[in-house]
């Protein structure tokens, strides 16, 4: 069974801003991956395969504040899938870079 790994991060601005950070790392993560994702109100989840490597991720935001949980199977784990979804999400959460600049890193 794949472990769950948690995350809980916090954001410094609106919870709008903060979908929308979120929204264009999604794009980017389809996009360079194959990713999909489905969102809920504040509530989304995130699926998909690559070469063998799966992903499967459910979060929430709302109050400054974004929870992840997240299982990947064997090798996407093993070739450190927690640490890069981490990584990702704090660049993308990061107040220093605008939502243009985040939006315009999605490959075309």
């Known amino acids: ?10 954001y410094s601005f609106d919870d709008a801003q903060a979908r929308a950070r979120l929204e264009a790392l999604a794009d980017y993560w389809r996009a360079k991956h194959g990713v999909t994702t489905e969102w809920d109100g504040s509530r989304g989840r995130l699926r998909g395969k690559k070469l063998g490597v799966s992903y499967d991720a ?25 640490a890069y979804v981490r990584r990702k999400l704090e660049d993308y959460l990061d107040p220093a870079h605008t939502l243009e600049a985040l939006r315009a890193r999605v490959p075309r």
């Open 58 to 82: 459910s979060f929430a935001l709302g109050g400054g504040e974004l929870t992840v949980e997240a299982s990947f199977g064997f090798l996407a784990d093993k070739l450190g899938g927690p």
């Open 1 to 10: 069974m794949d472990d769950v790994h948690r995350e809980r991060l916090t």
